[in-house]
């Protein structure tokens, strides 16, 4: 069952009634208008959609099917100027009130953006509408509207599926001129350098910066390479230079991240992954179990965890408790970390006469919680 429960769409009459006039419509689970790059041998690059919908605004979404002729299912589709300037004035027409209409200006804007070159390839305007984020992604475009949706912090981690994501997004070189494919890039940095620009080349991967595309409120990051497009960070998170999150994973409430936070996992509020710390992920041999942080709770410097830890809990520095760990209870049995998975109030620590492994419960001693000035974001 997914944690992210859709909600019953509540829909005003002028809505109804346009929706009635698409014979077949079915509203989309999610949907949003950006820009993608397209390379010279046809693939997507990448695509920026500046605001994204998740299981709201349902009249933009009408206007957007008929502009698009889309009525069910999932699906992606480029839209050219004059599709485009349909689409906006219709919208205009439904939009009320004097406050800003967060689609309607994303519309506009990608209109511009589109408009200019791109040096990796093309700029096109493209829509995307997907009828069930409970099942796979389709292609690029979806597969990043996916990611968006994460990092705006409309799903929550391991929220929606994203099977198959991996093999729809292409290896791309993210550089401060926008995306290019990676054939022949040489001759393609030196075509650059001839007409003038300065290349500087921030990865070679299929994931971009987030910070490229999303610049979630309430947050710190203290080096935009160490987050992942599709992390999902939470107001108060604080992501110092070693911290790292990757997409699908991210936190639930302020958090002190100055360790590693592997695909899928997620950490609870008020929590600190310390200095070199690690969480295995269900990615590259990680496992099938998600893991988890709970609230409160502390994973000391290079330490870490391969179990989910509850609220409360303290992970001792240097101390890494894999699932198959032996560890000694507070009863004095020894069991497996597995079977301590979840538990609260538990600290973490390697007897240093002994070198076995020991869960105590805590009585109020250790962490003391995150510094609140620090999260003030």
């Known amino acids: 069952m997914p944690e992210h429960e859709r909600q019953p769409r509540n829909v005003s009459d002028t809505v109804a009634a346009l929706e009635a006039k698409l014979d077949g419509y079915v509203a989309p689970h999610a949907y949003a208008v950006g820009v993608a790059t397209v390379g010279p041998s046809g693939g997507v690059l990448d695509v920026s959609f500046p605001h994204v919908n998740c299981d709201e605004s349902w009249g933009t979404a009408v206007v957007l099917a008929a502009s698009t002729g889309h009525r069910e299912g999932t699906a992606s589709y480029r839209l050219d100027q004059d599709t485009l300037d349909d689409a906006i004035a219709d919208?205009?027409?439904?939009?009320?009130?004097?406050?800003?209409?967060?689609?309607?200006?994303?519309?506009?804007?990608?209109?511009?953006?589109?408009?200019l070159p791109a040096l990796g390839?093309?700029?096109?305007?493209?829509?995307?509408?997907?009828?069930?984020?409970?099942?796979p992604p389709v292609d690029t475009i979806d597969a990043y509207l996916r990611l968006?949706?994460?990092?705006?912090?409309?799903?929550?981690?391991?929220?929606?599926?994203?099977?198959?994501?991996?093999?729809?997004?292409?290896?791309?070189?993210?550089?401060?001129?926008?995306?290019?494919?990676?054939?022949?890039?040489?001759?393609?940095?030196?075509?650059?350098?001839?007409?003038?620009?300065?290349?500087?080349?921030?990865?070679?991967?299929?994931?971009?910066?987030?910070?490229?595309?999303?610049?979630?409120?309430?947050?710190?990051?203290?080096?935009?390479?160490?987050?992942r497009m599709g992390a999902y960070l939470s107001e108060g998170t604080v992501v110092m230079h070693e911290g790292f999150c990757n997409f699908n994973a991210g936190t639930l409430g302020p958090a002190m991240v100055e360790g590693r936070i592997s695909q899928g996992v997620v950490v609870g509020e008020h929590s600190d992954i310390g200095g070199g710390a690690s969480i295995m992920g269900t990615l590259s041999g990680g496992g099938t179990d998600v893991v988890s942080v709970g609230r409160n709770s502390l994973i000391g410097a290079n330490g870490g965890i391969g179990i989910s830890i509850g609220d409360?809990?303290?992970?001792?520095?240097?101390?890494?408790?894999?699932?198959?760990t032996l560890v000694t209870t507070p009863e004095g049995d020894t069991v497996k970390a597995k079977d301590l998975s979840g538990a609260n109030g538990l600290l973490f620590r390697r007897n240093s006469k002994t070198g076995v492994i020991e869960a105590i419960a805590r009585e109020g001693a250790g962490w003391q919680g995150l510094n609140t000035d620090l999260h003030d974001n």
């Open 148 to 227: 968006h949706l994460l990092s705006h912090r409309k799903m929550i981690p391991n929220s929606m599926n994203l099977n198959g994501l991996f093999g729809l997004l292409n290896t791309v070189v993210w550089t401060n001129l926008g995306p290019f494919e990676p054939e022949n890039f040489e001759m393609t940095r030196m075509a650059l350098r001839a007409d003038g620009h300065n290349v500087e080349v921030n990865l070679v991967d299929k994931f971009p910066r987030m910070l490229d595309y999303v610049v979630p409120s309430g947050v710190r990051i203290a080096d935009a390479n160490r987050v």
């Open 121 to 135: 390839g093309e700029r096109v305007v493209v829509a995307c509408l997907i009828d069930n984020l409970y099942q």
């Open 91 to 115: 919208l205009s027409e439904l939009a009320t009130g004097d406050g800003p209409h967060l689609n309607l200006d994303a519309w506009t804007l990608s209109g511009k953006v589109a408009a």
């Open 312 to 324: 409360d809990c303290i992970v001792e520095a240097g101390c890494y408790i894999t699932a198959g």
